[in-house]
């Protein structure tokens, strides 16, 4: 019988206990619509709300923290509105890259992101290698993410593994799929925040949330900042974890 991986309850943390957080960054438009503005001055605040919550979240001790800035499916929206994401997005590359290298900080990438445009993925790439020796903490951005298309791929890069008789089906368990899943060398995830007061995943680390604990809060995205993600951890840490056990 295949291995099964368990979570680590003794792996060091800083004293809210949280490693690895990640937030659905919801509300941008409403934010926007609120203010009588367009959507893509949502989206620019809600820029700016990724860097307050990125060096808070370094200031906090976290390992990990992974940001859905943008799904499989929000390739449905109005082409002018996924024009003005990536835009932002290349644009947020270029400018803060150097403050996280300075930082210590390795930039990872997760989702199908080599389906974009081929400058922009030449751009994300080519951020990743330059702070891949960082040893701080890890700022992962979903990019063209959905969990369901993250576990058909790997399930897929499994099947090959079987046809090629490198892997026997019998020894494929939980430690097998975790290997070959987007998030394979980033810390168990801890907790996931959702902004704007939806409460669901929208097909947001489906796999890993199975132990993490769920902060939903009707803040707007662009509103979030280093003292909201402090009130999500503390909460957090008053949640009694037992992964199945008494």
């Known amino acids: 019988m295949a291995t099964q991986a368990k979570p680590d309850l003794t792996r060091a943390a ?6 690895h957080v990640a937030i659905i960054m919801d509300g941008n438009g409403r934010w926007a619509k609120k203010r009588l503005l367009p959507r893509i001055a949502g989206h620019r605040a809600g820029v700016e709300a990724v860097r307050r919550v990125a060096r808070a979240a370094q200031d906090m001790g976290l390992e990990c923290l992974t940001l859905y800035a943008f799904s499989s499916e929000n390739w449905k929206r109005p082409a002018t509105e996924v024009s003005d994401l990536m835009g932002l997005l290349r644009h947020f590359i270029q ?4 403050e996280f290298h300075a930082n210590g900080v390795r ?5 199908n992101y080599r389906a974009l445009e081929p400058s922009l993925v030449q751009l994300i790439e080519s951020a990743m290698a330059r702070t891949a020796g960082n040893t701080g903490p ?14 058909v791929r790997a399930a897929q890069r499994l099947a090959d593994r079987v046809a090629k008789g490198d892997l026997a089906t019998h020894d494929i368990g939980i430690a097998a799929i975790d290997a070959e899943l987007d998030t394979a060398d980033l810390p168990p995830l801890d907790l996931l925040v959702r902004t704007s007061g939806e409460q669901r995943l929208s097909n947001f680390m489906l796999w890993q949330a199975a132990y993490a604990e769920l902060y939903f809060t009707d803040m707007l995205w ?25």
């Not at 400018?95 to 150097?98: A, L, N, V």
């Open 107 to 111: 930039l990872r990438v997760i989702g």
């Open 138 to 151: 890890v700022i992962a951005i979903a990019l063209n993410y959905g969990a369901q298309d993250e576990m």
């Open 95 to 98: 400018s803060d890259i150097d």
């Open 14 to 19: 800083p004293a809210h206990g949280a490693r």
């Open 222 to 246: 662009p509103d979030f900042d280093a003292h909201a993600l402090a009130q999500a951890l503390d909460a957090f840490r008053l949640r009694d974890r037992r992964f199945g056990g008494l």
